[in-house]
C-alpha cells in the first residue's frame, strides 16, 4: 500500500511517499522561515501562496524519489485542518486533485491526529496510549484508543508552550522561530541552578489536583525579568535556561498526573506508552523531564524521530496508511476547517 500525504497547515509544504511496511519512500519538506522571519511570525497570506507556489513541483519531486508513477498509489492524504485556512486549502485542494485524476482514494487527516499516530510509523505501538502533543499551537494530553477515538484530558487556558517558547525568546532579542534559538541560548548556561536561583519560576497551578495547563503567568514573569535589568549574554543565557527547565518542569508535572489517572482507568495494560508529539517535542531537555517522569509511573516513553516532530509530509501520509486501513475514506466534498478538535473525528 503506497501513500502519497500532502501537509501545508502552517509554514512548512511537505509531501512524502510511504508504504504500510513502515517505509518511508520520500520524504521532501521546504521551509518558509525565511520568509516570515522579517515578520517575527508566520504571515497567513504569505504562507498560503508559497504553499501555492512550491506545491506541484514537491509533488513530482517526491513522486520521483519514491520511484512510483501515481497509477502506483493506493490513496492520497492531505491535511484537512485545523491550520492556516489558506494553506489547508492549498495542500487539501492539490490532493483532491490528484485523487480525483487518478481515481484513488481521499484521506482527509486531521493535522493533530497525524501527530498522534506519527510514533506508530516507528514501531507498533498498540492503543490505547497517552499523548501529549505539544507545539506552537496545542498543548494538549488525550487519551487515543482507536484511529479516530480520542479523549481529551488535559489543554491549556490560554497560551500554548511553543507559543510561550516563541513569545519569550522574541522578547529576549532571538531570531524567528524562537523556541530553537532559546534552546540554544539555554545549552550556554553552566550552572541550571545559579540559572533557578537568579531567575526562579515555578511550575503554573502546582497545587491544582486539575489536569490543566496556563503559560501566560510565565510569559508575564519572564517579560518582567527582562525589563528588570540590563543584561549580558551570560544573564540571558541563564534567563532561557531557568525558563526551559520549568516548562520541561510543568510538562512532566501534568503528564505524572495524567499517567496516574491512565493506570486507573486502564489497570490491564502493562508498562504503556506515554507519546509526546509536535514541534516542542524535539527540545531535548523536555524530552530528558518527560523519560524520567515516564520511568518513574511505569510508562515507556515514545517520541518520534527528530525529522518528524515538525510539520511534515510523512506524519500525513502515514495517517493516511491508518486511515485507509480502518476504511476511513473521505469524500471529494470534505471542508478544509480552521479548527478540528480531536473529539470530533468520532462523528
Partial sequence: MNILGIETSCDETGVAVINDRREVLSHLVLSQIKDHQIFGGVVPEIAARAHLDHIDA?????????????????????????????????????GKAIALAHNKPFLAVNHLEAHALTPR?????PFPYLVLLVSGGHTQILVAED????????????????????????????????????????AQCPDLAAAKARYPLAIPMQHSKEIAFSFSGLKTAVRNMIMGEEHTDATRAMLAASLQAVLADTLAFRAG?????FKQLYPQKQTPAL???????????????LHAAAQKNGFHLSAPPMEYCTDNGAM???????????????????KARPRWPLEELKE
Fill in 316 to 334: 500525513i501520509a502515514w495517517a493516511g496508511v491508518e486511515l485507509l486501513q480502518a476504511g476511513r475514506i473521505a469524500p471529494l466534498t470534505v
Fill in 121 to 125: 510509523l516507528i514501531t507498533d505501538i
Fill in 147 to 186: 484511529i479516530g477515538v480520542y479523549h481529551l484530558w488535559a489543554s491549556t487556558r490560554d497560551d500554548a508552550v511553543g507559543e510561550c517558547f516563541d513569545k519569550c525568546a522574541k522578547m529576549m532579542g532571538l531570531p524567528y522561530p524562537g523556541g530553537p534559538h532559546l534552546e540554544q541560548l539555554a
Fill in 58 to 94: 514537491l509533488v513530482q519531486a517526491a513522486m520521483r524519489e519514491a520511484k512510483i508513477d501515481f497509477d502506483q498509489l493506493d490513496g492520497v492524504a492531505a491535511t484537512c485542518g485545523p491550520g492556516l485556512i489558506g494553506g489547508v486549502m492549498v495542500g487539501m485542494m492539490a
Fill in 257 to 261: 498526573q495524567a499517567m496516574a489517572k
Fill in 275 to 289: 507519546i509526546v508529539c509536535g514541534g516542542v517535542s524535539a527540545n531535548q531537555s523536555i524530552r530528558a523531564a
